[in-house]
């Protein structure tokens, strides 16, 4: 009989040994499952930080481009009122300012620089379109390097003969205006 109860007894040492060691395993996967969740935890918890970080930039930058907005659309009904003012004036002179036969606007006209002079200290250049291509005193020609496509200066037409007009230089690049170079009244 004590034989028996020491191996029952044996036999549920064993069992409890193989439970414990079983329980033992689960612990140390559950201590693994917990590790890697914390780390998940912390991988989480960081990047929802950045995300609040650009969440926090991106609407301050929508409120700026919002009160920009706000303050573009402020701009341009006062642009829309002073422009409703000018056509009206413009009306009242007998000129309609959507007509495409505009007379107040200057005709395309384009030429080359034919000659460069100082006169008097001031820089000059003599085009090579006058009367007979519609131009006239105080026109403004854009001057653009012919190789380059450059934007060089301006032309303001002080004196207009049939063929040529001669014109003072100014703008930025005044110095590389040279013979060849293009003149257009628009771009």
Do not use: C, H
């Not at 109860?5 to 439970?19: F, I």
């Not at 006209?109 to 003599?126: E, K, S, T």
């Not at 200066?153 to 110095?175: A, C, N, R, Y």
Request: proline share 4%.
């Amino acid at each position: 009989d004590l034989q028996s109860q020491v191996a029952q007894s044996t036999t549920t040492q064993t069992t409890l040994s193989t439970s414990v060691n079983t329980a033992m395993a689960l612990v140390n996967t559950l201590r693994d499952e917990l590790a890697a969740l914390r780390e998940e935890y912390q991988r989480t918890f960081a990047q929802n930080q950045d995300l609040s970080t650009n969440l926090a930039r991106v609407e301050n930058e929508y409120e700026f481009t919002r009160r920009a907005l706000r303050a573009a659309e402020e701009a341009n009904k006062d642009r829309s009122a002073r422009i409703e003012a000018l056509e009206a004036q413009l009306l009242a002179q007998g000129i309609d300012p959507r007509a495409t036969d505009n007379p107040a606007a200057p005709p395309p006209i384009n030429g080359v620089i034919v000659r460069r002079d100082v006169i008097g200290g001031q820089p000059y250049a003599l085009i090579s379109v006058g009367r007979e291509d519609d131009v006239k005193q105080g026109m403004r020609f854009s001057v653009v390097d012919a190789e380059t496509n450059q934007l060089l200066g301006f032309v303001t037409v002080e004196q207009v003969d049939d063929q040529v007009s001669i014109g003072k230089l100014s703008g930025p690049s005044i110095e590389q205006i040279a013979p060849n170079d293009q003149v257009y009244t628009r771009i």
